[in-house]
């Protein structure tokens, strides 16, 4: 059964810093890895959605990279911003689509 | 392009009492999805259609949850009775294709059942 883990559960960091979030994965065999933000109160927000044959995707000052050997995968968010706070959730596919808790992001301005 | 609709946006309503939910998706997309979100958790999927078939429904507990897609557009989810941990928000997507696209989220309906 895939499992999916966000780690940290929270982040603050200074506003300006490059930062990233980690996603992990217990089974490989996925069709694709898909990040998202979500504001409070409101729904989910496509980011990045890398296929499984694609190592990276790139948007603006977002990379989002997929190891699927490890299980892995990474958003690296570059020169933060306060309007970066929220939570970002990232949603694995294979038969099924599994989320994982997500991330609570707080830039600090 | 208009996005992912979704009425009503809250809705309070006593234990035992039916309700339902409206989704609207985005123009052309064959797929939509039902989740179910908990406070600090992760969106969990009820159901999956393609068109009008519900191609994946394992995770909808069908004693008391239902849902239907006419004309493989508007989908609507209900619940018959409601139960106090039923409340959550109930979030609709969709998506072009099955598998390989994007998935666009509505705003979500938060259920409170008191």
């Known amino acids: 059964k895939q499992e999916v883990t966000q780690i940290p559960a929270a982040l603050s960091v200074p506003e300006g810093e490059n930062l990233v979030l980690n996603c992990s994965f217990t089974d490989s065999a996925i069709y694709n890895l898909q990040w998202f933000r979500q504001d409070p109160g409101k729904g989910l927000t496509s980011l990045l959605l890398?296929?499984?044959?694609?190592r990276e995707q790139t948007s603006g000052r977002l990379n989002a990279s997929l190891d699927k050997s490890s299980g892995r995968s990474t958003l690296y968010i570059a020169a933060s911003q306060p309007g970066d706070s929220a939570t970002y959730l990232c949603a694995v596919r294979d038969d099924k689509i599994i989320f994982g808790k997500g991330t609570r992001l707080h830039i600090l301005p | 392009e208009a996005g992912v609709v979704q009425s009503p946006r809250y809705k309070i309503i006593e234990k035992k009492q039916p309700v339902a939910f409206w989704c609207n998706p985005i123009s052309g997309h064959n797929t939509l999805y039902w989740y179910l979100q908990n406070l600090g958790q992760g969106p969990e999927l009820l159901i999956r259609y393609e068109n009008e078939e519900a191609v994946d429904d394992s995770q909808l507990p069908k004693d008391r949850f239902s849902a239907e897609r006419l004309k493989g557009v508007d989908s609507t989810l209900k619940i018959q009775p409601a139960e106090l941990g039923d409340s959550a928000v109930y979030l609709c997507?969709?998506?072009?294709?099955?598998?390989?696209?994007?998935?666009?989220f509505g705003p979500g309906t938060r259920l409170t059942v008191l």
């Open positions: 890398i296929q499984s044959s694609q």
């Open positions: 997507a969709s998506s072009a294709a099955a598998v390989a696209d994007t998935q666009y």
